[in-house]
């Protein structure tokens, strides 16, 4: 008995160091997958990707304009963050959510874009954060 605790715990402690230690950890651009490089030769076009970190569950990656794109790790697109510097693609937009920010915003960019569980995480470049079901509903603004 003494022998499976001693056992379990050697296990658990092997398990949680292994995540721990990979939390961001640089990659080689070309280990992204394919679907993540190719979304953003479409959606960035001349915009290399210049720094790439993978964790357990994500990738990020960092465009020379200062862009940042978080993936899932299957590669389909989670975060566009511009950083206040540019639009995000409109073609990853929601339509809904694209009409009430034309409507509601008009002098108004989306700086970022985030897909959550709930819908969707907006910021704008009046920064302002607005919050989205997933049928494109506002549910909250935060500024």
Not at 9 to 38: E, G
Request: aromatic letters at 10%; one cysteine or more; glycine letters at 4%.
């Amino acid at each position: 008995m003494k022998k499976m605790r001693l056992f379990l715990v050697v296990l658990v402690t092997m398990l949680v160091s292994n995540v721990a230690m990979a939390d961001d950890r640089p990659i080689p651009v070309n280990m992204l997958p394919a679907n993540a490089k190719a979304f953003v030769t479409t959606h960035f076009k001349g915009q290399k990707i210049i720094y790439a970190e993978k964790d357990w569950n994500a990738y990020e990656s960092h465009l020379g304009d200062g862009t940042q794109v978080d993936f899932y790790r299957n590669g389909t697109w989670k975060k566009v963050d511009c950083n206040d510097f540019k639009a995000v693609p409109m073609a990853i937009v929601p339509a809904t959510i694209k009409n009430y920010v034309k409507a509601n915003f008009p002098e108004s960019i989306i700086t970022k874009i985030e897909k959550e569980p709930y819908g969707y995480d907006i910021e704008l470049s009046n920064e302002l954060e607005l919050k989205f079901n997933k049928q494109g509903v506002l549910m909250r603004m935060d500024d």
